[in-house]
């Protein structure tokens, strides 16, 4: 079989579900240290310079971009290919079934991979709706060292001192939590970590990873909000 | 019942002439050989997917015959060698500790109370060492050093550390080898496995095996298969005591057809009945289980010196406690061979030292050795042990001795085979715990698991081309007359369970035969006991044929089927077992007549008129069985009485 | 938990006549059940009874009842091998239930390990892939002297801990996804650990990985439920093994 065929058995789509996993999470890394500039004493100047520099990155930001969705896309196929696949290998299901507990992973997190999966899904459309393309927002400007560019601090502030959206958001940010908190741990085990020693660790740096990106995008609508504005 | 006679013996043995240590290696130069060609144009069929038949049909189809598998558990890999648990011997002296090939044969055959061929087991010792080569090869994961060698350790009745071993393992780490090779030729096609497929009766053309009836235990369909030559490779018949550490499916019926057959039955009486087993602890007890003599290297067997003391074990002070086995045996302690080690537990039982709630158990401790070596030294070596007690019993043995008490375990009996591993029906082979050959009256540690692989791996590749090269095979096809009658009497006998629809089950009558097997043939056999075992189990017999009940049709899965028809072929065994049993009038090994013993207790051989093989020949079922005399010539070895003192 | 009083149990076990018939649950009251009895030993005595009645006794497998065949494969309480972690059914002693409490028994579930009957299923899948690579190609009679091949005590340990598999499918049943990769995954890491497996390594990964695929069993989520069921407790770490080889035989 060739690579590519190699890439389409259960365990090639779960080395390329733990590849794109970490990718993506690693990109969640990075959008959350760009928005934690709203945190500068500066009214938002950092920020907007960060956004405004994205914009200009010309080509790069596109094949960026286009990756990005091939990630998120492919992750969500095979997710959504892998929990289709369940009721086929198990046509008639367990009158009775419970988790043995100790070295298992099932837990609301883990149960629940496919919904939280859906959701984030649904609100990565929205979220680049809102404030990649203003869809739902007038477009305001702003003019820094000489330029005028959008005045993203400003669409922010404003999202957030809805209540609707803030809670919206919070949510899916505590949703988001949850898929990492099996997804990261769960990427490890895809990808060979197969010291039977470390399993135990892992799963705690997922943990970890999961509360840090997930409580890292709630400062910042929950501030706002309770702020009153930046 | 036929009378000892010295006349000759109607087959041959076959051993070669010649020294003993070159004896097997100027038969391979002798025996004739089938071009590689030609292999392919031979069928076999290998019965049991057990150490013997695995590694036998994996060895064959590499060579290029076509074999035929079959086993009845759904998996090859389930057969019952997958339980051993101790290890394996070879004479690698790896340790430097002065073992030898001649030293493993000697040890073997004293061992065997000089019940055995010498030829036989010269061999045996000779090939052990490739069968470790062999199994590390596959892949088995043997226990290693730090330094990246095999490790070893000494086994009960060796005073040598010659013993491999995979944790508590040994025995499924070995099958799984063989199993894996057998699945590696499964997938190059040249074997065809037949998983659920129980051998009913062994089809006889012009006095030569030509194949097997077997019911498909899923579906019930009766088959019949054709070949050239059949292995049986179906272990023991410990389950005719019904409580034994065998495998609930463990039978002897494929042994037992092939007896009605025509092939002679060599010492059915030999049992061994081993030390270290968990106590029974009641009525509805379906099987026993036993823990790896290893444990009696750092466990010591004692009871309390007082009759009827009912104390705690940790409350019986030290001077009050009577370690039997280092009392009477200073020398070998606890490490006495088996049948040593469970008379004695029986003896102290007797008299009315046992202990626990029936008074049938010792005690197996290993408080001092946790004092020596630490708690952490002992679950290293025997944790997966003591979890399997505690998951059993209830109790922490890290904590309170064990409780163990003597269970059958093994037969030497089996079906008598030549030098070849040929019985004496043409192109019926026997190998493994099914042959008689190699153990005598009493089996080693460690040394099933070696001669299942030998049998399998290193001689029958030799012997069974020998076969085939020195015949000429007329087509028989499975429509020949023979195959038609053969599967027409076991359609008829599965019929005729079936409408029994009677009062007792199966397990009744199967609990009763246990019961008359471990009182009167058990540990300590006498004449009036033999006598009355005999006559009892032909009344179970008649009664068992009147007021069986077997449930469902032969259409299906139908698990009690199995059972009721292997069940009715142990009631004729147990009948046989008494029978050799009241005939040898000596002490040998696992075999104790009360009738021949030292005045200190302890068992007499008598070599004057005992140093044979009895082999049984079927008469029919209402005629007393014949009884044949291979004599035992030992040229190598000098026989004495066995002393562990 | 009852150590010495004899209890009832309410048993409710499925009951199926072949692969492709309705199967159904069937309760049973048992009195008289002795809490040093297996699990098995009281399903034996449930028989007895039913068979002095005249009735079908239930099916199940079952041959060496200490744990090491494999062949035992009930869900009892809707855990595979029942509530006692890193025990198989047949050494699962009844003093592990409270009198009175109503016991489930269903069988392994999964596409690929069809019912038989009742309680037996078809687990020749098992042996598929282990046929498709599980083994290394070494002919009986080809070896060297066992210590010519040096294996680091650390390397024997690892090998053997994923070789200890009975391969009784427990994982399979626990999956959600009834995936088979802690069975497939233990023979790969187990070969991979050592020495001898090297030659055939992206072959063996590739047969097995492929074989499983083809015998319909689901993919794995890593819920590492396998684990915990597991009667001998072989890590997820062996799926991990399973996909590293995987990823060497990418490239």
Same mark, same amino acid.
């Given at each position: 079989m060739s690579s590519l065929q190699l890439l389409q058995t259960s365990v090639g789509r779960k080395l390329l579900t733990g590849i794109t996993g970490i990718l993506l999470t690693l990109f969640l890394v990075a959008h959350l240290a760009g928005n934690l500039t709203l945190f500068a004493p500066d009214g938002g100047v950092a920020f907007n310079l960060y956004a405004d520099f994205?914009?200009?990155?010309?080509?790069?930001?596109?094949?960026?971009?286009?990756?990005?969705?091939?990630?998120?896309?492919?992750?969500?196929?095979?997710?959504?290919?892998?929990?289709?696949?369940?009721?086929?290998?198990?046509?008639?299901?367990?009158?009775?079934?419970?988790?043995?507990?100790?070295?298992?992973?099932?837990?609301?997190?883990?149960?629940?991979?496919?919904?939280?999966?859906?959701?984030?899904?649904?609100?990565?459309?929205?979220?680049?709706?809102?404030?990649?393309?203003?869809?739902?927002?007038?477009?305001?400007?702003?003019?820094?060292e000489g330029r005028e560019m959008i005045d993203l601090a400003y669409h922010v502030e404003k999202a957030f001192l809805n209540p609707w959206i803030t809670i919206a958001y919070s949510v899916v940010m505590v949703l988001i939590g949850l898929h990492l908190k099996h997804g990261v741990w769960s990427a490890f085990i895809s990808l060979g970590a197969g010291n039977p020693k470390l399993t135990a660790l892992l799963y705690t740096i997922g943990i970890i990873v999961a509360i840090l990106l997930a409580a890292g995008f709630l400062i910042i609508p929950i501030y706002i909000f309770l702020n009153g504005g930046l | 019942m036929a009378v000892k006679e010295k006349k000759t013996f109607k087959w041959d043995s076959q051993v070669p002439t010649g020294p003993l240590a070159e004896k097997w290696s100027s038969h391979k130069n002798n025996i004739k050989l089938v071009n590689p060609n030609n292999k392919r144009k031979f069928n076999v069929i290998v019965v049991g997917t057990g150490l013997a038949g695995a590694s036998a049909a994996a060895s064959l189809a590499e060579l290029g015959y076509n074999v035929k598998a079959f086993c009845i558990q759904d998996s090859a890999r389930r057969a019952h060698s997958i339980a051993a648990q101790g290890g394996i011997n070879a004479a690698k002296n790896y340790q430097n500790d002065g073992d030898s090939v001649y030293r493993l044969f000697y040890d073997t055959i004293k061992g065997g109370d000089y019940r055995s061929r010498e030829a036989n087991v010269y061999r045996l010792a000779e090939v052990s060492n490739n069968i470790i080569d062999q199994c590390v090869a596959q892949g088995v994961p043997f226990a290693r050093e730090y330094g990246g060698a095999l490790a070893n350790r000494s086994f009960g009745g060796a005073q040598l550390s010659r013993t491999f071993y995979a944790r508590g393992q040994t025995g499924q780490q070995l099958l799984l080898g063989a199993y894996s090779a057998l699945m590696k030729e499964v997938h190059s096609g040249k074997v065809e496995m037949f998983a659920r497929e129980e051998m009913l009766d062994l089809v006889v053309v012009d006095g030569r095996a030509r194949g097997i009836i077997t019911r498909n235990l899923v579906s019930g369909e009766i088959k019949r298969h054709a070949a050239d030559a059949v292995l049986l490779c179906t272990g023991g018949y410990g389950n005719v005591f019904y409580l034994s550490t065998n495998a609930k499916n463990s039978n002897a019926t494929a042994a037992w057809r092939c007896y009605k057959r025509g092939a002679i039955f060599g010492n059915p009486s030999f049992t061994q009945i081993h030390p270290t087993c968990i106590p029974v602890s009641g009525e509805y007890q379906s099987k026993l289980t036993l823990m790896s003599e290893s444990l009696r290297n750092d466990g010591r067997v004692w009871v309390p010196k007082a009759v009827g003391d009912k104390r705690h074990p940790n409350d019986i002070p030290e001077d009050e406690r009577d370690y039997y086995l280092e009392r009477i045996y200073p020398s070998f302690g606890n490490l006495v061979p088996r049948d040593v080690a469970s008379r004695n537990a029986k003896n102290v039982c007797d008299e009315g030292r046992g202990v626990g709630e029936s008074g049938l158990a010792v005690y197996l401790d290993f408080r001092d050795a946790i004092k020596r070596d630490g708690e952490n030294t002992i679950r290293e070596k025997y944790g997966n042990l003591f979890d399997m007690y505690e998951k059993i019993t209830g109790e922490n043995p890290y904590e309170v001795p064990m409780r163990i008490f003597p269970a059958v375990h093994y037969t030497m009996g089996g079906l008598w085979v030549d030098y070849n591993l040929m019985s004496n029906v043409p192109g019926l082979f026997v190998l493994g715990e099914a042959n008689f050959s190699d153990h005598g009256a009493n089996r080693l540690g460690a040394s099933a698991l070696m001669q299942g692989l030998a049998d399998g791996y290193f001689v029958i590749p030799y012997t069974l081309g020998h076969y085939i090269a020195s015949n000429n095979f007329e087509k028989v096809d499975e429509n020949h007359q023979a195959f038609k009658d053969t599967e027409h009497e076991s359609v008829s006998r599965i019929d005729k369970l079936l409408k029994i629809k009677g009062k007792k089950t199966i397990l009744d009558f199967h609990r009763q035969l246990g019961k008359i097997m471990w009182d009167k043939v058990g540990m300590a056999r006498n004449e009036k006991g033999l006598k009355e075992a005999i006559k009892e189990i032909q009344e179970l017999r008649a009664e068992f044929w009147e007021n069986v009940f077997v449930p469902g049709e032969q259409s299906t899965y139908n698990k009690y089927l199995e059972y009721a028809n292997r069940v009715a072929d142990f009631m004729e065994l147990g009948e046989l077992m008494a029978r050799d049993a009241l005939e040898r009038n000596e002490s040998c090994g696992g075999h104790f007549r009360e009738e021949s013993q030292t005045p200190e207790g302890e068992a007499k051989r008598d070599d004057e008129n005992f140093c044979h093989v009895a082999a049984w020949e079927f008469k029919g079922d209402d005629k007393a069985p014949e009884l044949h005399i291979e004599q035992l010539e030992f040229e190598n070895v000098k026989l004495t009485q066995r002393s562990y003192k | 938990m009852s150590t010495h009083e004899n209890m009832t149990l309410h048993l409710k076990i499925w009951r199926q006549n072949g692969p492709d018939s309705k199967g159904h649950f069937e309760d049973h009251t048992m009195d008289e059940v002795n809490p040093h009895m297996s699990f098995l030993e009281m399903l034996d005595l449930l028989n007895e009874r039913l068979m002095q009645n005249g009735k079908q006794p239930i099916e199940f497998d079952h041959d060496c009842r200490e744990g090491i065949c494999?062949?035992?494969?009930?869900?009892?309480?809707?855990?595979?091998?029942?509530?006692?972690?890193?025990?198989?059914?047949?050494?699962?002693?009844?003093?592990?239930?409270?009198?009175?409490?109503?016991?489930?028994?269903?069988?392994?579930?999964?596409?690929?390990?069809?019912?038989?009957?009742?309680?037996?299923?078809?687990?020749?899948?098992?042996?598929?892939?282990?046929?498709? *690579?599980?083994?290394?190609?070494?002919?009986?009679?080809?070896? =060297?002297?066992?210590?010519? /091949?040096? &294996? +680091?005590?650390? %390397?024997?340990?690892?090998?053997?801990?994923?070789?200890?598999?009975?391969?009784?499918?427990?994982?399979?049943?626990?999956?959600?996804?009834?995936?088979?990769?802690?069975?497939?995954?233990?023979?790969?890491?187990?070969?991979?650990?050592?020495?001898?497996?090297?030659?055939?390594?992206?072959?063996?990964?590739?047969?097995?990985?492929?074989?499983?695929?083809?015998?319909?069993? *689901?993919?794995?989520?890593?819920?590492?439920?396998?684990?915990? =069921?597991?009667?001998?407790? /072989?890590? &997820? +770490?062996?799926? %991990?093994?399973?996909?590293?080889?995987?990823?060497?035989?990418?490239?």
């Open positions: 994205l914009h200009n990155l010309g080509p790069i930001l596109i094949i960026f971009e286009i990756v990005l969705i091939v990630l998120f896309l492919l992750h969500a196929y095979i997710g959504i290919s892998i929990y289709r696949g369940r009721k086929k290998a198990r046509p008639e299901n367990y009158t009775y079934y419970k988790s043995q507990g100790g070295p298992s992973k099932q837990d609301f997190a883990s149960k629940t991979m496919i919904y939280t999966g859906l959701v984030i899904l649904l609100f990565v459309v929205l979220h680049v709706l809102h404030f990649k393309y203003n869809f739902f927002i007038p477009h305001e400007t702003t003019t820094l | - | 494999g062949s035992c494969n009930l869900v009892i309480n809707g855990i595979p091998h029942g509530p006692e972690m890193r025990t198989a059914a047949c050494q699962l002693h009844m003093r592990k239930f409270n009198d009175g409490e109503t016991v489930t028994i269903e069988p392994w579930r999964a596409k690929a390990f069809p019912i038989i009957k009742d309680l037996v299923v078809d687990r020749d899948a098992f042996d598929r892939i282990q046929a498709a *690579g599980g083994f290394v190609s070494t002919r009986t009679g080809s070896m =060297v002297d066992a210590n010519a /091949i040096p &294996i +680091s005590k650390e %390397a024997a340990d690892k090998s053997m801990d994923y070789a200890v598999c009975i391969g009784c499918g427990a994982c399979v049943a626990a999956c959600p996804n009834s995936s088979a990769s802690l069975f497939t995954g233990a023979k790969i890491a187990q070969f991979a650990k050592l020495p001898q497996g090297a030659p055939e390594r992206k072959r063996r990964v590739v047969a097995m990985v492929e074989q499983m695929e083809k015998e319909g069993f *689901g993919d794995c989520s890593n819920y590492a439920e396998c684990e915990a =069921v597991c009667p001998v407790g /072989i890590s &997820i +770490s062996a799926i %991990a093994e399973m996909r590293k080889e995987y990823v060497k035989a990418l490239f």
